[in-house]
């Protein structure tokens, strides 16, 4: 199973949707995802796949509240050995930041 396929059905099993897959047709992304809480319309988080550029291979996955540069990050890692727990924690990151920032969007 790709990376992608695992990461998105982590966030599903979390009540996230992905709303719009895009890239910003820059050499350092492969592509980003906007992705929705399923119990909030207003909460949104862009989850970015970024390359390796000696590899071309996507070599860390960010979340984001916007595309802009220097937006802070909510949580990011880096792809490679202990994938599975690595995306636990990205996801668990997520969630705390969707905690925090839900009261707004109520």
Known sequence: MSIKVQIKNELHKNSWDIILKDSLNE?????HWLIQWKHSQGLKIYIQFLIDSQTNDVW???AVNGLEANVPEIASFSIGRKFQTKLKEFVI??????????????
């Not at 050499?27 to 592509?31: A, M, P, Q």
């Not at 990151?93 to 109520?106: C, G, L, T």
Request: net charge positive; charged share 50%.
């Open 27 to 31: 050499w350092w992304e492969d592509e």
């Open 93 to 106: 990151e997520i969630e705390k930041y969707r905690k925090v920032s839900n009261k707004q969007f109520r």
């Open 60 to 62: 860390l996955v960010k």
